[in-house]
């Protein structure tokens, strides 16, 4: 079993900075990437931004230059900081995970279950 548990969220005013962190655990036997995703309501979940084993990031253009994405493959975290945040930021995000459990051949998407995030004064 895989567990991706998310921390971090809370209400922030305009302008302001918040720090995301994500940890994996369980039957792991690596991670080949892992991201961000959000989704605002009424609105479709989507990439935030995204990390691969190797260190490549991208970014939704709508958060390029004010968040960055950053992991520790040693201790199985991902982290967002999130800077310059606006009200449109205001969403649940989610961490995920491709991994690749032990015993398993192949990969599977792992998904927190969500951190809220609200920008609001």
């Known amino acids: 079993q895989v567990q991706l548990v998310e921390s971090g969220g809370g209400l922030v005013q305009p302008g302001g900075s918040l720090r995301l962190s994500c940890a994996a655990s369980?039957?792991?036997?690596?991670?080949?990437?892992m991201g961000w995703y959000r989704q605002a309501p009424g609105k479709q979940r989507e990439l935030v931004a995204h990390?691969?084993?190797?260190?490549?990031?991208n970014y939704a253009e709508a958060v390029k230059g004010r968040f960055t994405i950053s992991r520790d493959n040693g201790k199985l975290t991902v982290s967002l900081q999130m800077g310059s945040l606006r009200p449109e930021d205001t969403a649940v995000y989610y961490c995920?995970?491709?991994?690749?459990?032990?015993?398993?051949?192949?990969?599977?998407?792992?998904w927190g279950q969500g951190t809220q995030v609200t920008v609001s004064s």
């Open positions: 995920q995970g491709l991994v690749r459990p032990v015993g398993v051949i192949g990969a599977v998407d792992f």
């Open positions: 990390i691969t084993s190797g260190g490549s990031r």
């Open positions: 369980g039957s792991i036997d690596s991670i080949l990437s």
